[in-house]
């Protein structure tokens, strides 16, 4: 099956400064790639996604890369804010997610 | 809209009880359904998934089963419960195909 393998496993920053979270999987018929942002207590939250035919997708202060030959890909915060703190979670996917261990994020106002 | 609901959203049960978690989802049809689990401070871990009434594929051996018996509708339970199937459960749909999930608010079970 899907190995998914995400670093680093904590990441702490200051206000304003940018987040890169990387994940690689080991199945290259993985076909799509999300990633999900878990507040405390709460449910996984898909924030951005990006299929294999893709190399690089933007939301805002958000983006993910993909690199399908080395197999990993990876998620960009620019600009961060006290309430991107959360654990994230990428997952790869050809019928089933499979995810990452997570990331626990911490921006320091 | 497509909604999920899961519940109980916190469950305290002792060692060797019985265990029964729902999850339903409302406004699809023929959703691809699942059971994740996610240890304290840990990932989440695939449990079930389903792709249709009575199609269950497990992915890990443990002490839990899962059952689909209706459309939108799945159900995980255990017979005996251990200490270590404490923890946080999610369900999660999507539409068939390979599209984002949607998660439930989850039930933390703790067993004593």
């Known amino acids: 099956g899907e190995n998914v393998e995400q670093h680093p496993s904590t990441l702490s920053v200051q206000e304003g400064d940018s987040a890169v979270i990387k994940c690689t999987y080991s199945?290259?018929?993985?076909?799509?790639f999300p990633w999900y942002k878990q507040e405390l207590g709460k449910r996984p939250q898909l924030i951005i996604d990006?299929?294999?035919?893709?190399g690089e997708k933007k939301d805002q202060r958000i983006a993910v890369t993909l690199n399908k030959t080395a197999k990993h890909f990876s998620l960009h915060i620019t600009e961060t804010q006290p309430e991107d703190s959360a654990v994230y979670f990428c997952?790869?996917?050809?019928?089933?997610?499979?995810f990452g261990t997570g990331t626990s994020l911490t921006v320091i106002p | 809209s497509q909604t999920i609901h899961q519940w109980p959203a916190t469950l305290v049960q002792p060692v060797g009880s019985p265990l029964s978690l729902e999850c339903t989802v409302e406004?699809?049809?023929?959703?691809?359904l699942y059971w994740y689990r996610q240890a304290a401070g840990r990932g989440l871990q695939l449990l079930f998934y389903?792709?249709?009434?009575?199609?269950i594929s497990s992915e890990v051996p443990q002490n839990l089963s899962a059952s689909r018996p209706q459309d939108r509708q799945f159900i995980l339970s255990s017979k005996k419960l251990l200490l270590s199937d404490s923890g946080f459960y999610l369900c999660?749909?999507?539409?068939?195909?390979?599209?984002?999930?949607?998660f439930g608010s989850g039930t933390r079970l703790t067993v004593v």
């Open positions: 999660a749909w999507s539409v068939q195909g390979n599209h984002g999930y949607t």
């Open positions: 199945d290259s018929a993985s076909n799509y």
């Open positions: 990006i299929r294999s035919n893709v």
């Open positions: 997952a790869a996917s050809r019928n089933q997610f499979y």
């Open positions: 406004g699809t049809s023929n959703p691809n």
């Open positions: 389903s792709v249709g009434i009575g199609q």
